[in-house]
């Protein structure tokens, strides 16, 4: 629309795995920018990237990046967001932020459209985007949540290997190549590049993402656990989470176990699943339809299915959520704020 | 020993995956064999099998199969038992039989040796042997049962393509080959071999091993939270399961939470599972150590880590169970009771 205003927008991380899907969304969303800045480490400052027929040069982040920047979205780790968001803001920008450093801090936001986007006009500055497998979860969940409670949820996940970026995809198609042949595999950065120890991931699951805390739980299940309640705004939720790595390419799946505070029906439960916004309900066991991880690949949408009431616990059900952990995990989650912005300012 | 008594022996679906597991478990563990006796469908009869250096000829197993056997192991499937196993009885063997035929049959003990081998001197003909993802959970439950009282189990499987048979594993080292190369995989046994709808397998996650019951579980889910309740003689026991196919070749994971009935240390908790028998603590975080499918393959033990407190249940528990369905799972645990008769009988 001619009145709509344009925005300056910069993408740090422009040339990761989330970065370039933030990219596609920018553009097939015909986003209002009127000028795109690409940033992105020294290492690969120099890169072309061709967005809408224009081809753009990825430039190195540095402090002074951000001048002029109103919009910036952050997916190059959380060191380099501790180190230049605060210059971004100082510039004036509105940082959108897909790493782990400020989705814990008090000040800051935490946003799934879906479940809470009034936080977003609390914001400072900065605006982050929860973890991956946290984003499906609560978005599936927020429809039961505000219709009947949530007391406790149990979650196992199957997460795909792109979570851990594009060498890991590498790494996982080369190890099966390397089976297929005959050959034992070659493990150089799963379960955590940093660690020392590293483990075989074509053909196995492994039950560490991110690394071990002091209680025994995992950082990313600790993510789950703490993220959950913040973008709920409940801290008496109780959530438990395993968190474990399998090879698949795109798309987390989740087995969650929810306990709801009143009785349900369960075909209710079903049509509140599938006239929420962003969720698709594919659960017909008959003709043996549930959300699968290679047919979300691609796609924006959370995916649920296998609803069942449990057998022990008639206040319980049980769900199985899929989603692509690039898309709606990270890239679109991080767009769709970006939109929320760009609407609400004049 | 000379003054071991000798038994003659038929295997039942020798030629199958788990058949050919229980001949080199049957080899290795040198069991006091007179005569063995191979059988199969009259499809695979005539095949030549090698057993401690003698070459067996396969035959078709039909009612007059069993004169004089004393031991029949079964693992044909479940309308094969059905049909023959009552001819086995009457010509005096013991069966052990690998299928869910008799699995929930009142009459009929269902048997993992480390929980319950009590059950077998009750046998009137036919001893069961469990699911392959029960047998793997009741055995790492069993210690905390017998110490603290279990009250419910939620477990989430990561189930290996071998559970689904040879061509299982076929299609899906074919599919991988598939999706490397470039190519769209054809899907043509998994999830169920007899139900029409068939899904890709390589790098992916199927929720549906099994038939779906009116319920909306899957039988496979069933079996799991019935044969739990039989084998540990509780049927207060509440047992919820997610199970889940993946491209893992052998070796089942298991997410698994538990709530204990009484306090307990997870230190304690960690040295009685260490000190059970059948059981290989591996729970080192530090080192980045804990279960994992492939190295779990080729192994008769379960392998338990990840122990870890429940942060919002102070009585539960978290766990990752990991085991070689085809042994533990199937053909080790049905020659563990094979042992144990022979060992029974004068």
Not at 140 to 156: E, F, N, Q, T
Request: charged share 20%; with cysteine.
């Amino acid at each position: 629309m001619s009145t709509q205003p344009l925005f300056n927008v910069a993408v740090v991380g422009a040339t990761g795995a989330v970065g370039e899907q933030i990219l596609k969304q920018l553009a097939e969303r015909n986003f209002p920018i009127a000028k795109l800045k690409l940033l992105s480490s020294a290492r690969s400052a120099g890169t072309k990237i061709a967005f809408r027929g224009e081809s753009y040069t990825v430039e190195e982040a540095k402090p002074e990046s951000f001048e002029g920047v109103q919009i910036a979205l952050f997916s190059a780790g959380g060191d380099v967001s501790k180190a230049l968001i605060p210059h971004a803001v100082r510039h004036g920008a509105v940082c959108i932020d897909n790493t782990n450093a400020y989705r814990m801090d008090p000040e800051t936001p935490l946003v799934v459209p879906e479940v809470n986007i009034d936080m977003v006009s609390e914001h400072k500055g900065i605006i982050a985007n929860p973890n991956c497998s946290t984003i499906q979860m609560v978005a599936a969940l927020k429809p039961l949540y505000d219709r009947y409670g949530i007391s406790r949820i149990i979650v196992s996940t199957y997460q795909a290997v792109s979570g851990a970026g594009a060498r890991a995809i590498d790494e996982m198609l080369r190890q099966s190549g390397e089976v297929l042949a005959g050959n034992d595999p070659k493990p150089d950065i799963l379960p955590v590049g940093s660690l020392p120890v590293k483990h075989q991931i074509a053909f196995n699951a492994i039950p560490q993402i991110d690394k071990f805390q002091d209680n025994g739980f995992t950082l990313e299940e600790m993510k789950m656990i703490r993220e959950t309640k913040k973008i709920m705004n409940d801290e008496s939720l109780e959530v438990t989470a395993t968190c474990v790595r399998i090879p698949v390419v795109y798309g987390h799946s989740e087995s969650v176990y929810v306990e709801l505070k009143q009785d349900f029906d369960v075909a209710e439960i079903k049509s509140l699943l599938s006239d929420s916004p962003g969720l698709v309900l594919v659960d017909d066991p008959e003709n043996q339809r549930y959300p699968l991880a290679t047919e979300a690949a691609g796609k924006n949408e959370v995916f649920v299915g296998r609803v069942r009431r449990d057998l022990s616990n008639p206040r319980a059900l049980n769900l199985w959520i899929v989603s692509d952990n690039l898309l709606k995990g990270a890239a679109w989650n991080a767009v769709q704020i970006a939109e929320h912005i760009a609407q609400r300012q004049p």
